[in-house]
């Protein structure tokens, strides 16, 4: 009987070091590419260089980034764009020629070593898109397969969202609508192509969510006291992390693919955020960061209580703060250097820098909710045309948005598009913030405490 228990704890002994051979810990990093102020490619590859990112993840196959990765060390994950998916699925050729013009001219010189089918295509794509999805991924594998590349691994970004139910983490079960037409038959093709589920892990939202019941140590991977225990398993838990990858693990092994390994595509933490925003802010960005960094490099590998022992391969986002993202201020602001190149905080991505010799951070502002009213204004000197089309967008959405800047109305004087678009962003945040609705426009608009009605004009506001 002791025998038998040395075996299977020798098989996973074994397929444990063939795995940490293969997949370093080191973490890699998101490169994206959506703000008019970032640094070229050419450019960008030094400084990702710098950071001691071990692999990096694009989110298309620009030529230029894969030819300035050429001759590097660094693997790279490329990607499929949403847009094209249905083409990819349906027509073998059609698949053939984006592999034959976005992988053939750089490989194997640039380390081309993931691609990935859509991102996030259950969370950001209509549902006509999700039965497109695993074909899309198999004629994918075909196409590098008839070009002979045979180590490029294939696969596709999920969020949390996947999930119908992850707590406790034995719990974890995919939503009913996709579980048996859509996560079945990917794992299935993810199984039988030994690739990885990759997986979008932000403890930072589910924090903010709910920042009275999940305690901000627990999210940021510092907690020392703080522990949860599933009721199911009897695993314990002192992260937040840990708790929802351990989710996904249990959810696959419901549908019958307990084996799968997770490849952490997305982690990360914003650095700054709207008014609105708890707890986005560099000492928690660092905090969670090095954390994470700290957690995955841990010799031998700690993995996460219903795995333990695991390699986990990893993304962290991003790499620049993108002044081009839409939605709230945090999707602006997951950099680990600002545009310009330096660092919002020191990091090493291979753990090898002691933390005493990290220049001190500033301390967090943010960490409880703001109380009090909030506004939201044009941006001064931005260009006229888009604010104006900003404007006619705010009042075209009913609700009488507008009324108050009509002619004649209370608020029309100053007859100004500053003053009328202010208030018709102010007007519509209010009304639309809780169904989605934010105080952006394309970078036109911003936050503000400062009240900015004026005499008998008063503009609405949110209030928290």
């Not at 939503?175 to 892990?201: E, N």
Request: proline letters at 8%; a positive charge.
């Amino acid at each position: 009987m002791a025998m038998l228990l040395i075996i299977p704890l020798l098989v996973h002994s074994i397929l444990f070091t063939i795995s940490s051979a293969v997949f370093s810990p080191q973490p890699g990093i998101c490169y994206g590419q959506l703000g008019n102020n970032l640094p070229p490619p050419w450019k960008s590859v030094e400084l990702i260089k710098s950071l001691k990112a071990k692999r990096v993840k694009i989110y298309d196959a620009t030529p230029e980034i894969l030819h300035a990765l050429k001759n590097t060390t660094i693997q790279v994950s490329i990607m499929v764009p949403n847009e094209i998916i249905f083409n990819v699925s349906t027509n073998k050729t059609f698949s053939d020629q984006w592999v034959r013009k976005n992988v053939v001219p750089f490989y194997p010189h640039t380390l081309i070593r993931y691609l990935l089918v859509g991102n996030e295509v259950i969370s950001s794509t209509k549902n006509d898109t999700w039965q497109h999805l695993v074909p899309a991924m198999r004629n994918i594998k075909r196409s590098l397969r008839s070009f002979r590349i045979n180590k490029v691994k294939v696969g596709t970004p999920s969020a949390m969202d996947v999930l119908e139910s992850s707590f406790p983490p034995s719990n974890g079960a995919f939503r009913k609508d996709i579980a048996a037409p859509i996560m079945k038959p990917m794992l299935k093709f993810l199984d039988r192509t030994k690739s990885f589920f990759f997986l979008d892990v932000y403890p930072f939202f589910a924090w903010a969510s709910d920042p009275t019941n999940i305690k901000l140590e627990y999210a940021l991977l510092e907690s020392k006291n703080i522990t949860v225990t599933d009721s199911g398993t009897g695993l314990v838990y002192s992260n937040l992390f840990d708790q929802m990858v351990d989710a996904v693990y249990f959810a696959m092994k419901r549908v019958g693919y307990p084996n799968i390994r997770i490849f952490i595509a997305e982690t990360g933490w914003p650095n700054k955020g709207d008014i609105d925003q708890i707890g986005a802010n560099i000492f928690n960005a660092a905090a969670y960061n090095r954390n994470f960094v700290k957690k995955v490099m841990t010799k031998p590998p700690v993995g996460t209580p219903a795995r333990p022992g695991w390699v986990l391969p990893s993304f962290i986002f991003a790499l620049y703060n993108e002044n081009q993202k839409p939605g709230p201020g945090t999707e602006r602001h997951f950099g680990l250097l600002f545009p310009n190149g330096s660092m919002v905080y020191d990091i090493d991505l291979s753990w090898k820098t002691p933390e005493s010799e990290f220049r001190a951070l500033p301390a967090p502002e943010n960490n409880a909710p703001y109380k009090g009213k909030i506004w939201c204004v044009a941006v001064r000197g931005a260009n006229e045309t888009a604010v104006a089309s900003a404007l006619s967008y705010a009042c075209s959405q009913g609700n009488n948005t507008c009324y108050p800047i009509r002619a004649g109305k209370r608020c029309f004087k100053p007859d100004s598009l500053y003053w009328h678009a202010s208030y018709a962003f102010s007007s519509y945040w209010a009304q639309f913030r809780k169904t989605g609705g934010t105080c952006y426009f394309d970078g036109l608009a911003t936050q503000t405490t400062k009240d900015p009605s004026y005499g008998s004009c008063k503009f609405p506001s949110v209030t928290l």
